[in-house]
Structures are given as structure tokens and as C-alpha cells.
């Protein structure tokens, strides 16, 4: 089994820290916070073996781009990256309900 070493973007490093602060500050739950960073977590830690087995995706903006998504395993969130040799760069992170291909660079 081929493995992969994860990276994180910048800007997906703020996506995170803006959900997480989110959930401390606005919804004041910090144990939704350490859920969802524990998913994160989970998740972000799964690219490592299951990065090339996911499927393409259908959106053409995320084809043009060599975008693919993970869904977290216990939330309605999501990771874009892009595999480039053994690396996997984790590009962005979503909500589910959001129009992320419109906020796309």
C-alpha cells in the first residue's frame, strides 16, 4: 500500500481554525470544537493511505484544478487536496452546505 505524506496549506489551516473558533466562540461548545478536531484529525490522517483511492470528482472546476474531496468520517465537512508525486497537499476545507466551488481562487 502506497502512503503519502500530508501537507496543509495555509489557507486550509485558516478554514480549520475558523470552523473550530466558530464552535468555541459563536456557538460556545468547546467540545464540538474538540470533536471536530479530532475528526480533522482522523481524517487528515486517513489521506495517508487513501489519498489516490478516492474517486475523481464529477465537478469540472475540481478536475481543472486536480482537486479531489474526503469527507470528515463525523461531520458535515470536507478536505479538497492534490496529489503531486508522494505528497498530498490539503488545499481547502468546507462546510457541506457551502457553495465552496464559487469560493474557490
Known sequence: MKTYRVVVTD????????YRDY????KKSSQAARNLVNDYRET????????????DPESE???QKRLKRI???KHDYFLL????GDIVSIINMFHSLEDYENKLN
Open 23 to 26: 464552535l468555541i466562540y459563536v
Open 44 to 55: 487528515r490522517k486517513k489521506l495517508e493511505t487513501v489519498a489516490d483511492s478516492l474517486k
Open 71 to 73: 469527507n470528515f468520517l
Open 11 to 18: 489557507d486550509a489551516k485558516q478554514d480549520f481554525r475558523r
Open 81 to 84: 487536496y492534490r496529489i503531486d
Open 61 to 63: 472546476k475540481l478536475k
